[in-house]
């Protein structure tokens, strides 16, 4: 069966930092980009970051500078450190895998995502 | 505010036939970059709806379908049951984020 599987959420202080990681099987992990997207409760989806096949990473404005993506082939994972963290970052963080075969691809496989709570 | 930009909500009544906009810029759709749609069920993850504008994933029914236009897209769902009340949201690349996606705000459909 093609799966993610998130964790990696949590409580964290503000300014801590915590560290996702995102477990995939059923398919050849190394071909695909994968991604990190969240969603505040209540709100709508946010574009977090992405890790290309040969390792690039790309970041959206809000989050460049604290979080950064990794992947492991070997251990068909990747993952988001998060420093810094804020209120602003409290939210539930779904990895995704974008499909094969196209520039901007869709995500067409989703966890079921993981908490992120940021409070003193 | 999303760089995508849909309606927070539509209503239709069984039967009925209902469309979401999704209105971007010469940076992202009217640039040529491809439009994904995505559905989220209450409590769910979301799934992908229509991929490449107008492509439907296996089991996604054709009730369904997707077009694109210039600097917008647009979901038409026809025959609305009331398992297609959840909320949607269209995606895609632009490309002065620097290698971002971008997310509409979302639509919440509310079957009558």
């Known amino acids: 069966e093609v799966q993610l599987v998130e964790s990696g959420g949590g409580l964290v202080q503000p300014g801590g930092s915590l560290r996702l990681s995102c477990a995939a099987s059923?398919?050849?992990?190394?071909?695909?980009?994968m991604h990190w997207v969240r969603q505040v409760t209540g709100k709508g989806l946010e574009w977090v970051s992405a890790?290309?096949?040969?390792?690039?990473?790309f970041y959206s404005g809000s989050v460049k500078g604290r979080f950064t993506i990794s992947r492991e082939n070997a251990k068909n994972s990747f993952y988001l450190q998060m420093n810094s963290l804020t209120a602003g970052d409290m939210a539930v963080y779904y990895c995704?895998?974008?499909?094969?075969?196209?520039?901007?691809?869709?995500?067409?496989?989703w966890g079921q995502g993981t908490m992120v709570t940021v409070s003193s | 505010q999303s760089v995508l930009t849909q309606p927070p909500s539509v209503s239709g009544a069984p039967g009925q036939r209902v469309t979401i906009s999704c209105t971007g810029s010469?940076?992202?759709?009217?640039?040529?970059?491809?439009v994904h749609w995505y559905q989220q069920l209450p409590g769910t993850a979301p799934k992908v709806l229509i991929y490449?504008?107008?492509n439907r994933p296996s089991g996604v029914p054709d009730r369904f379908s997707g077009s694109k236009s210039g600097t917008s897209a647009s979901l038409a769902i026809t025959g609305l049951q009331a398992e297609d009340e959840a909320d949607y949201y269209c995606?895609?690349?632009?490309?002065?984020?620097?290698?971002?996606?971008?997310f509409g705000g979302g639509t919440k459909l509310t079957v009558l």
């Open positions: 995704a895998r974008e499909r094969v075969g196209t520039t901007s691809g869709d995500f067409d496989i």
């Open positions: 059923g398919f050849t992990f190394s071909n695909h980009e």
């Open positions: 890790v290309g096949i040969a390792g690039g990473t």
């Open positions: 010469s940076s992202n759709i009217g640039a040529g970059f491809d």
């Open positions: 490449d504008n107008s």
């Open positions: 995606q895609s690349y632009d490309s002065s984020l620097g290698g971002s996606r971008v």
